[in-house]
C-alpha cells in the first residue's frame, strides 16, 4: 500500500504508458505533474474532484481547453460528450462502488481526452473505473494510445450493464413466480425499485448513445485519432446491452400490469361478496324495521307468538331474496 504524501491535488491514481515499450508505469502517490509526460509517452490521471484544488491543477497541466477544464469539473449529472479541436470530452455515466460491495446507484465520469492523455474526474468511487484500472495491472502493453483506454472505460460499462441486467433479470424472475402463483401476494413495492433502475438506465444510455453516434458523425480534423473507428464499435455493443434494457422495462412494465390486474379482480371480488351480503341483509333490515316503528297497532303485536312470527318472516325474506338472486343469475 502505497503511503506517501499525495503531492498532486485529488489524486486517486496516474498511470504513464509507452507504446514503444508496451509498458504501463503507475505512479505513487509522491508524484508530481512532472512525472505524467515523458517523449513518447502518454498518461491516464485519475482525480477525485471533492478535492476543491483540482480546477487549479487542471489549470496547470498543458493541452486543456477551458471547455474541457469545465468538463473535468462539473457537477451536472447528465451525460455529455463534445468534439473539439481533436480533444474528447465530456461526462460518462457508470455505477457507484463502496467499500464492501458494488451498486446500482448512477455515478458520474468527467473525461477529457487528447492523443497526450486522458483525464478522469469523479466524486463516488465508479465499478466500471476500478474493473479497467484491474485490466491494465494485468495487461500494461495492450493500449497504445489514449482512445484506447476511453474504448475500455465504456466496455467496462457495458459489462457493468450486463451484471446489472442478469441481477435484474433474476429478480423479476422471483418477482413473476409469485406473480403468477394461486397465492395473493403483493409485490408491487418489491418491483417498484426495478422499474426505476431500469428506466434511469435505459434514459441515460439513449443519451450516451445518440452523443456517440453524434461524435462520431464530426470531422476528422476535430476528433482524435482513432476515435472514428473506436465509436462505431462501442455504439454497437451499447445498442445490444440496450436493447436487453428495453426488453426489461417492457417486461417490468407487463408485470406491473398483470399485478394491478389481480389486485382489481381481488377488489372485486370482494366487492362482489360485500354486495351479496347486503342483498341478503336487507329484507331482514324492513322487517326488524318495521317492527320497530313506534306506531300502534302494530302486527303480532299482542299474544304469546308475536316474537316468532318475526323471526319466521325474516327466515322467509332471506329465503326470497336468495330466490331472487338466483333467478336473475347473480348467485
Known sequence: MDTLPVNIPGFVWAYRF??????AVRLNNGATVAELTADNCFYWLHLNVVDARVPALLDTLDGLTEDAKSALTTRD??????????MLYGTLIDCQRDFAQDTNNLGWLHFAM???????????????????RALIEKNP???????????????????TLIAI?????????????????????????????????????????????ALMRRAAAADDDEMPFGFDDVARRLTSRL?????DIYALQDRARLLHEEIDSKQ???????????????????????????????TANLPFAVGDYGTEYAVALIVASIAFAWWLLRRVDIL
Open 18 to 23: 509507452s507504446p514503444e515499450e508496451k509498458t
Open 77 to 86: 449529472t447528465h451525460a455529455a460528450i463534445t468534439v473539439d479541436e481533436q
Open 114 to 132: 487528447s492523443d497526450r492523455f486522458i483525464i478522469t474526474t469523479r466524486l463516488q468511487p465508479l465499478r466500471s473505473v476500478e474493473r479497467a
Open 141 to 159: 502493453g495492450k493500449f497504445s494510445r489514449p482512445v484506447d483506454l476511453f474504448e475500455l472505460l465504456v466496455i467496462e460499462f457495458q459489462r
Open 165 to 209: 441486467v442478469i441481477e435484474l433479470t433474476e429478480e423479476l424472475n422471483q418477482i413473476e413466480d409469485i406473480v403468477y402463483d394461486s397465492a395473493q401476494r403483493d409485490e408491487r413495492r418489491r418491483l417498484a425499485p426495478v422499474r426505476r433502475t431500469v428506466v434511469r438506465l435505459h434514459r441515460h444510455l439513449r443519451t450516451v448513445l
Open 239 to 243: 445498442e445490444t446491452v440496450d436493447h
Open 264 to 294: 382489481s379482480s381481488e377488489t372485486n371480488r370482494h366487492l362482489y361478496l360485500l354486495s351479496i351480503m347486503t342483498a341478503f341483509l336487507l329484507p331482514p333490515t324492513l322487517v326488524t324495521g318495521f317492527f320497530g316503528m313506534n
